[in-house]
């Protein structure tokens, strides 16, 4: 279930993020290895809709009204487990910071339409599943974990759907954070790495909160 | 069956709404003899009351402007120095309006309005998601309109001037100024009063104000003297009530409250003395 990696690739390509969070994820990977994994991630994901069965690609074009949308699920990456009391305490101290620019103890309440409707969304194997969200923009937000679910909820659900659908809603509030801590940095340029020293500490709060 | 992702950029005719500029493929318009004559309709801006209302601006909106702001600033300056005159240099002009409007509006009777609290900057929105999602959510608005108000206001019949028996008096003191900045000031602008107001130990001309999250920086990651806008509407406000100073910010982390900064004010020598021959020592 821990989240060993996170990567942010932007819509032409490029890896713009990474971090891992665990200390032998990193072995015999270079900065410049991780730039190459990100890129062929990328390219198979363009390519992923023409390996699509042919039968699924017609089930798909003649049914447009495939649901896309994806359910909100609470509190997924956000500090719940906490007592009342220490979440007040911190309540009071910093009334509407918790969250950047966003009301409420969530970055959202309802669900969504997911944006990517013909890539990968979800890659297997024995050593990790990795999960794929991508944004309106073409931005991707790939998380690699070490189990098949994110959810600290049931960590042994078999539910495919279901994990999906978490991973989704966790990578969603990641590009929540990235569209506060990284898009409202002046120092920020467009398409480069991301340095910002606050994005980095939030998005391992979020990942903390997760186990 | 390929998708779209980016959309491409369009010639589409429709993107292009009907201005009211000048539209150089048709030349000239000839105005009608009625248009001519006909009076222009006054900016809503001078006749809207300078009274309180409830009024939020959307947080993203206001970070997306100050972000933009930084980066004109950051490159048209040359050294550090000159990036934080400039910044404060922004902030000032809005200080010195502050005075007489804060004054104004503390001199309205409680009674008068059912809204007390007028927030510049006091919320956010929770849409910054959803204007990148085009459908999904509902998109809250988050600039509440003034409905409220508008009946008194809307032809200018009822002036503030009416309502209010006696003007507030600015105040004097050096405590009370501050008090006021630390309160008034940073609830009109934040939405809550300032974290701690304090006097410096060492030197009796120095105070303190302090806040944990400073809600324009709070997205800057540290290293950079943003916050010396902030230090602008300080110093902009102090100064035109006759207590000239000299503000300076200074990232202070303590614990948990690694964004938290303190506005250092820095009276000039004779706003003490001035203090300490009308109220004593």
């Not at chain 1, 699920?73 to 719940?80: A, E, L």
């Not at chain 1, 120092?187 to 994005?199: D, R």
């Not at chain 2, 006097?199 to 290293?223: C, H, W």
């Not at chain 2, 902030?230 to 409250?257: K, N, W, Y």
Request: with cysteine.
């Amino acid at each position: 279930m821990a989240v060993r990696m996170l990567l942010v690739i932007n819509k032409s390509g490029g890896l713009i993020y990474h971090r891992s969070f665990e200390g032998d994820v990193d072995k015999g990977l270079n900065s410049n290895d991780y730039l190459i994994l990100a890129s062929i991630l990328h390219g198979s994901f363009a390519i992923a809709t023409q390996l699509t069965p042919k039968a699924l690609q017609l089930s798909q074009s003649s049914s447009k009204n495939i649901d896309y949308t994806v359910p909100y699920i609470p509190y997924v990456g956000m500090p719940r487990g906490r007592t009342s009391s220490e979440r007040s305490k911190y309540g009071a101290s910093a009334p509407q910071g918790k969250l950047g620019s966003f009301k409420g103890d969530d970055f959202f309440k309802e669900s969504f339409q997911s944006w990517n409707r013909s890539g990968v969304r979800q890659l297997c194997t024995d050593q990790f599943t990795m999960y794929i969200y991508q944004t309106m923009t073409g931005l991707k937000f790939v998380v690699a974990c070490s189990q098949g679910t994110l959810s600290p909820a049931n960590p042994s659900s078999s539910n495919n759907i279901f994990n999906i659908h978490v991973a989704d809603n966790f990578l969603r509030k990641i590009y929540c954070l990235y569209s506060d801590y990284v898009m409202k940095d002046p120092f920020y340029s467009l398409e480069m790495p991301i340095k910002s020293t606050l994005f980095d500490k939030k998005v391992k709060q979020m990942v903390d909160n997760l186990v | 069956m390929s998708q779209k992702i980016i959309l491409p950029s369009t010639s589409d005719d429709g993107i292009y709404t009907p201005s009211d500029g000048y539209e150089y493929t048709i030349g000239p318009k000839q105005s009608l003899p009625n248009e001519a004559n006909a009076t222009p309709t006054p900016s809503r801006i001078y006749s809207d009351s300078l009274m309180h209302r409830k009024q939020e601006v959307s947080l993203s909106a206001m970070a997306f402007l100050f972000q933009e702001m930084i980066a004109t600033i950051h490159r048209a300056s040359s050294s550090a120095q000159d990036f934080e005159t400039r910044l404060n240099g922004y902030g000032y002009g809005i200080g010195t309006r502050l005075v007489e409007l804060l004054n104004l509006r503390n001199s309205v009777p409680p009674n008068y309005s059912k809204s007390s609290t007028s927030n510049f900057l006091s919320n956010s929105s929770s849409a910054s998601i959803n204007e990148s999602h085009g459908s999904s959510g509902t998109g809250t608005g988050t600039i509440s309109s003034a409905s409220d108000h508008t009946h008194y206001h809307e032809n200018g019949t009822e002036s503030l001037a009416a309502v209010i028996n006696n003007m507030r008096p600015r105040d004097l003191k050096i405590l009370d100024i501050l008090q006021f900045v630390h309160g008034t000031m940073w609830t009109y602008l934040f939405g809550h009063a300032s974290d701690d107001l304090v006097k410096s130990s060492e030197r009796d001309n120095e105070y303190m104000i302090v806040d944990n999250l400073p809600m324009l920086t709070q997205f800057i990651p540290a290293g950079r003297s943003c916050d010396y806008f902030t230090c602008g509407i300080i110093q902009g406000f102090l100064d035109s009530a006759e207590f000239p100073c000299r503000v300076s910010a200074h990232s202070m982390p303590q614990g948990e409250l690694d964004q938290r900064t303190v506005y250092l004010i820095q009276f000039d020598r004779h706003v003490l003395e001035r203090d300490n021959l009308r109220f004593g020592p």
